[in-house]
Nanobody, 115 residues
């Protein structure tokens, strides 16, 4: 079965950095685009960053220039490097992929940015 396991969240001061990791299993990783989403309390889940199978990336405007998504196909892992963090980046961050039209999600990892 498809499993996505996130790690790397935590508490950081504004201006700091964190790197999130998402280890995937149960899929042929090189055949799958991957995404990072986040959801803050009272808000809808939003797509933060996306990476295709060939490494093309897209970002939501609010994180452009601060966040970088990357993938290591040898490790079946996708990363989200987050720099210059702001309090408004506080949310639960989720890893996502689709397989045969079905969305799969990790359990989420909390990122809290203090001002």
């Amino acid at each position: 079965q498809v499993q996505l396991v996130e790690s790397g969240g935590g508490l950081v001061q504004a201006g700091g950095s964190l790197r999130l990791s998402c280890a995937a299993s149960g899929i042929i990783f090189t055949n799958h685009a991957m995404g990072w989403y986040r959801q803050a309390p009272g808000n809808q889940r939003e797509l933060v960053a996306h990476i295709t199978t060939d490494g093309s990336t897209t970002y939501v405007d609010s994180v452009k220039g601060r966040f970088t998504i990357s993938r290591d196909n040898a490790k079946n892992t996708v990363y989200l490097q987050m720099n210059s963090l702001k309090p408004e980046d506080t949310a639960v961050y989720y890893c996502n992929t689709q397989d045969w039209g079905i969305d799969y999600w990790g359990q989420g990892t909390q990122v809290t940015v203090s001002s």
